[in-house]
């Protein structure tokens, strides 16, 4: 959907769209000099000196970084963007108009590195092309323990009761009447453009069409959910909803307060553990890692994240929640949590091609907390939005290793953002024959695209010392019998 969006905006930046012969606006010169890709064979040793490459792109990035520039790019990925059919005329301007400054910058800091692309172009001898090269994370020497095979519950043990959320999508302009099948991305708003003869409109709470919920939903749902007992609730991200290329700063922030507050007054009698979606920031999937300072940073993001939190999370995790989106707790003896930022594994996260190398070094800091946990004895439960299995190739290797390694330690995985049902299954990295870790996948909340709102209920048997699962549907929930 909106990532052609971004790819056609990209797309100019590396072909030099604004070159002389490309369409541009009469009254201006080009923004940027010939096509990149031409470039590749006039530059070599023999003719360009690694000094002259270097002093071209240094004079690229700052003719991009000028407001004229980003505005002379967007205006040709929005030109593409509607010539090549791929979204709506006004959602190809709104959405590039977001996008194009994040885009350029991080554009600027990677590709078009100097040290980077005069790597690429000349060779190693003039810089390191290394935009998501493979990397690893250091697993301690401590020798692995030996593996305990699993043992089901006896009859009649304890249980901790854990809800999971997960992709509420809010959407604060859904009206019921509206047309839930129009052109946009979203549908089943104000703007969607009118009903389609002999077809009906959308519906008071929700429709099965491309269309997230209306609060009402969303508040029923969890005046449902407040008539039942729990002992925590993980929610797993994606606050706002899908029409991505209208969504400001301010519009964030209303919609993680509006839905914080929301679940703090149906289900405040127990503590709520969150973790970041990639539809919390804007631009979507925009999650710069920390070393990003100024405006571009995500310092906005967390901060908000930090005072609508407050009251569910210590001041230790805090600091790592408003550092990098992540943070750890010890939820009760014998358990501790770990909610990840796996936008910083995302592919869609067009901020890793700066680094792309454990951003925020959060893979490392989980080995830590993992190497703790083990030598305390306790068992960890982790959270988050993307499921490991849809990240890029190294951070997904390197969390699998982590996994295989502390396998007796991890005694489940939550995640969301596929709106489906479903699960991953992790096996020994040595022979992938032995399964040896579950991550759950919970059903979305809103109906986008398509579906049943749903929700996730955990039963945690609080006497088993593996990760064994043993599996039940009972009506709209999940059962899931897991060890601490």
Avoid at 195 to 217: F, I, M, N
Avoid at 411 to 437: C, I, K, N, W
Wanted: with cysteine; hydrophobic share 40%; aromatic share 10%.
């Amino acid at each position: 959907m909106m990532a052609m969006a971004v790819r056609v905006l990209v797309l100019c930046l590396g072909l030099g769209l604004l070159s002389p012969g490309a369409e541009t606006r009469p009254q201006r010169p080009p923004a940027v000099p010939s096509p990149l890709l031409a470039l590749a064979p006039r530059l070599s040793r023999a003719n360009v000196t690694c000094w002259a490459c270097k002093a071209l792109f240094t004079l690229l990035d700052m003719a991009l970084k000028l407001k004229t520039s980003m505005d002379e790019v967007g205006h040709v990925a929005t030109k593409l963007c509607i010539i090549m059919k791929i979204e709506p005329q006004d959602v190809c301007s709104q959405a590039i108009k977001l996008f194009e400054r994040d885009v350029i910058i991080a554009w600027i800091d990677s590709i078009l590195k100097p040290s980077e692309i005069c790597g690429l172009l000349l060779g190693s001898d003039c810089g390191h092309w290394d935009i998501y090269s493979a990397w690893n994370v250091t697993l301690p020497d401590t020798p692995k323990p030996p593996v305990v095979p699993p043992k089901p519950p006896r009859a009649g043990a304890p249980v901790t009761r854990v809800l999971f959320l997960t992709d509420i999508h809010w959407d604060k302009d859904y009206t019921p009447g509206s047309n839930p099948d129009c052109q946009d991305p979203l549908c089943c708003r104000s703007g969607s453009g009118p009903v389609p003869p002999h077809q009906r409109g959308a519906g008071q709470w929700g429709e099965y069409s491309k269309c997230d919920l209306p609060l009402r939903t969303i508040e029923n749902l969890l005046q449902h959910l407040q008539s039942q007992h729990y002992n925590m609730v993980y929610w797993t991200g994606d606050i706002p909803a899908h029409n991505i290329w209208q969504q400001t700063r301010s519009d964030q922030v209303l919609a993680l307060n509006t839905i914080t507050q929301l679940i703090h007054h149906y289900l405040g009698n127990v503590t709520i553990y969150p973790s970041v979606g990639n539809h919390e920031s804007s631009p979507v999937n925009s999650f710069p890692p920390p070393f990003i300072h100024g405006k571009e940073s995500s310092d906005w993001l967390y901060s908000a994240m930090v005072d609508a939190w407050k009251e569910w999370l210590p001041q230790e995790a805090l600091k790592t929640l408003r550092r990098g989106g992540f943070y750890t707790v010890k939820v009760q003896p014998g358990l501790r949590l770990v909610s990840l930022n796996m936008n910083f594994c995302s592919h869609e996260n067009f901020w890793l091609m700066v680094n792309s190398t454990d951003p925020a070094g959060q893979l490392q800091w989980l080995i830590n907390i993992l190497q703790e946990a083990e030598e305390n004895g306790d068992k960890v439960h982790i959270i988050g939005h993307i499921p490991p299995g849809h990240c890029l190739k190294s951070w997904s290797w390197s969390y699998y290793r982590i996994v295989s390694r502390y396998e007796g330690t991890i005694a489940a995985q939550f995640f969301g953002h596929t709106h489906v049902d479903e699960f991953e299954v992790f096996y020994d990295a040595d022979t992938l024959s032995r399964p040896l870790s579950v991550a759950f996948i919970a059903p979305s909340v809103t109906t986008y695209i398509n579906l049943n709102p749903d929700s996730l209920l955990v039963h945690k048997n609080v006497q088993l010392t593996s990760n064994t699962c043993l599996c039940l549907r009972t009506g709209a929930d999940f059962c899931c019998y897991i060890g601490t």
